[in-house]
Structure formats: structure tokens, C-alpha cells
């Protein structure tokens, strides 16, 4: 199963701008953010990405990433493989 994760991203690292670390639940990630932003990336703190295999896919708003987080922490109950998006670090 292939799933994006919502995180928040909360400092871009200032000797790689195209590597940020980011949040979600309480875990801390690092992730590419090279799709979604080539120029002033400091811009991006404070702002949730779709994560999927590391890499920030695209930008989402702060309801859509909370309702998506919402679905996905529902969905542990059901999917073993959900679960482990928000047991462990660097998962996503």
C-alpha cells in the first residue's frame, strides 16, 4: 500500500535547502523538499507537505492534512501497515 502522510515541516536545513525536517503525531522526519519548492525555502516552515517515501509531494492546507490524518489514524485499527506510519521515525 502506497500512502502520503501529512507533515508539518519545522526547520529547513541551511547547509542542504532541499532537506527539511518535518512532524506529524509527534514524529520528527526528515524529508526532500526539492519537488515542491526550488527558490526561498525558508518559506515552507510552518507549512504541511504530502510525504511519501521521503520525498514532500505537494503542499496541502492545514484542514485537508488534519482531515487526512484524521482518515489515516482511524485506519490503524484495520491496517497493520497505517499503524506503523505513527509508531516509529522515518517511516514515510
Do not use: Y
Not at 547547509?15 to 518559506?43: K, T, Y
Not at 492546507?61 to 488534519?66: C, G, I, R, S, V
Amino acid at each position: 500500500m502506497c500512502i502520503g502522510v501529512p507533515c508539518c515541516i519545522k526547520t529547513i536545513d541551511p547547509n542542504h535547502p532541499n532537506q527539511a525536517e518535518a512532524v506529524v503525531n509527534g514524529i520528527i522526519c526528515n524529508i526532500d523538499i526539492s519537488l515542491i519548492s526550488r527558490e526561498n525555502n525558508q518559506s515552507l516552515i510552518g507549512q504541511w507537505v504530502l510525504v511519501h517515501t521521503g520525498f514532500a509531494m505537494s503542499k496541502l492546507d492545514e484542514e485537508e492534512a488534519q482531515n487526512t490524518l484524521l482518515m489515516l489514524n482511524a485506519m490503524q485499527e484495520e491496517e497493520a501497515d497505517v499503524a506503523v506510519l505513527f509508531q516509529a521515525q522515518d517511516r514515510f
